[in-house]
């Protein structure tokens, strides 16, 4: 049975700026729509805390929605370690789509350096 060949890009070829740029946009609107929910969620959570359960130690918290009881020192730790996470992955994705932006910024300059804007080929004379 053959191989299928790999398939080499050659220096010629560019690559799809587009469909990355695309990509990440819907990758940082999903994380930021989580990491809103995630603050909302943690804010109707510390709301149902009362004064008496920052210094318990047997002390839970009962989460919203799932009705789950979570020790109120685990809960402390961990809520702010999870929105931690989500936000610096959200901002290695901006800065991603930034870079992203810059390098189809290039890719369609060096193209109207050619003689080609917005996908036509220009007549000479024409502008």
Not at 57 to 84: C, E, G, H, K, W
Request: with cysteine.
């Amino acid at each position: 049975m053959a191989r299928p060949e790999k398939r080499v890009a050659s220096k010629t070829e560019q690559p799809d700026h587009t469909a990355r740029v695309v990509s990440l946009s819907r990758n940082c609107s999903v994380i930021w729509v989580t990491l809103l929910s995630t603050l909302v969620y943690a804010g109707v959570a510390l709301v149902t805390f009362e004064d008496i359960d920052f210094y318990g130690f047997d002390r839970s918290i009962q989460l919203p929605v799932i009705n789950y009881s979570v020790p109120a020192t685990t809960f402390l730790v961990a809520a702010p370690m999870f929105v931690s996470v989500l936000y610096c992955y959200f901002h290695y994705l901006l800065v991603s789509l930034t870079d992203q932006l810059k390098r189809l910024k290039k890719a369609i300059a060096s193209l109207e350096c050619l003689g080609f804007r917005h996908g036509c080929l220009l007549k000479p004379g024409s502008s």
